[in-house]
């Protein structure tokens, strides 16, 4: 497979689907591509957090319980770490901000599942969710400031402006890459080492390292979409 096409797994589920009626070889033929597993694995995701976003909608009570106790409980805290930083302007960016932990965590997650890939793991993945981030912060930005908001490409110092608006648009345009990489880089050495460790002693190689993993894993979501925020955080402020 390709630098970005997955990683080469002793078994996936969506290789034995695509191989139903060979659809998918027909469909990467098409799309130019290698694989399009990280595409279906993306899809599973999302069907998961929609279905269990449905079910505990339709069991709503006064007082939570179960699973939507750990909706409330993970949305709760990141609303409250939002405000903290953003302040109340913040809250507007919470479905952005929620949506983006909750989808990279469940992308992230379901590679630890045997037969499964991390869509993280494919860097088409986090480069789009990089990209999209950069897009919305940039108008979040020249919505509020209008053409004020070049001022924040201008650093504090009046006399340095000139050399600022130059390397400031570099910084930025660093920040997707930055996301992008990070992500994918730590999601796909995870993937390798657990592969590894599976080939080497399938139970008390992996097994381990599951535990470990999932809380790796968590701490990238988080790590995303805090780095999201604060780009944010940036866009909404005084330029000094």
């Not at 999302?46 to 006064?62: C, D, E, F, Y």
């Not at 989808?103 to 997650?109: D, E, K, Q, R, S």
């Amino acid at each position: 497979m390709g630098f970005a096409g997955g990683l080469p797994h002793p078994l996936l589920y969506m290789d034995m689907l695509k191989g139903i009626g060979h659809w998918g070889a027909h469909v990467e033929q098409a799309l130019g591509v290698d694989s399009i597993n990280h595409v279906l694995y993306m899809w599973l995701v999302m069907a998961i957090i929609l279905g269990l976003g449905l079910m505990v909608r339709s069991r709503l009570q006064l007082v939570p319980g179960g699973m939507q106790n750990v909706f409330e409980t993970i949305i709760g805290g990141l609303e409250d770490f939002v405000v903290a930083n953003l302040g109340e302007e913040g809250r507007q960016f919470i479905p952005l901000l929620v949506t983006i932990f909750i989808f990279i965590l469940g992308m992230n997650w379901i590679g630890l599942v045997p037969g499964c890939d991390a869509p993280t793991a494919n860097i088409n993945t986090p480069a789009a969710m990089a990209v999209i981030v950069f897009c919305f912060y940039q108008l979040v930005g020249m919505k509020k400031w209008g053409f004020g908001y070049i001022k924040h490409f201008m650093g504090p110092v009046g006399f340095l402006a000139p050399l600022m608006l130059i390397l400031e648009p570099i910084s930025h345009l660093a920040r997707p890459l930055s996301l992008t990489l990070r992500l994918f880089g730590n999601i796909r050495g995870e993937e390798i080492v657990l592969i590894l460790m599976f080939f080497l002693a399938p139970i008390l190689g992996s097994l381990p390292m599951y535990f470990l993993f999932v809380l790796a894993k968590t701490i990238q979501a988080f790590i995303f979409f805090m780095l999201t925020m604060l780009y944010l955080q940036g866009a909404i402020e005084h330029a000094h």
